[in-house]
Nanobody
Framework: AQLVESGGGSVRQGESLKLTCTAS????????MTWFRQPPEKESEFVAS????????KYADAVKGRFTVSRDNAKNTLYLEMNSLEFLDTARYYC?????????WGQGTQVTVSL
């Protein structure tokens, strides 16, 4: 089982990025999916989550209204659309798949936002 994130990069404040997390070796339809991030020299923090059918999404206050989490179970893929990026959004972003029996972490993708 593997999760691979992509779509990170270096942007300026106010710009947008869309992260993708592609699963292999398991079906994400059986998992709630979450994005976490770890800013430089800080602890990891919750960003957004979406339940397995895509019907319920939750966001950290810091990203609410700017980020949108979505999933395509048919493509076995999770997304995070990030708009109006801010300097404080700079972090390594990780996707996570979890259910009552199992969990999988991705290796992360770096997002750097410059002033």
């Amino acid at each position: 089982a593997q999760l691979v994130e992509s779509g990170g990069g270096s942007v300026r404040q106010g710009e947008s990025l869309k992260l993708t997390c592609t699963a292999s070796g398991f079906a994400i339809s059986g998992y709630d999916m979450t994005w976490f991030r770890q800013p430089p020299e800080k602890e990891s923090e919750f960003v957004a989550s979406i339940e397995r059918t895509g019907g319920d999404a939750k966001y950290a206050d810091a990203v609410k209204g700017r980020f949108t989490v979505s999933r395509d179970n048919a493509k076995n893929t999770l997304y995070l659309e990030m708009n109006s990026l801010e300097f404080l959004d700079t972090a390594r972003y990780y996707c996570y798949a979890g259910n009552s029996d199992d969990y999988v972490w991705g290796q992360g993708t770096q997002v750097t936002v410059s002033l």
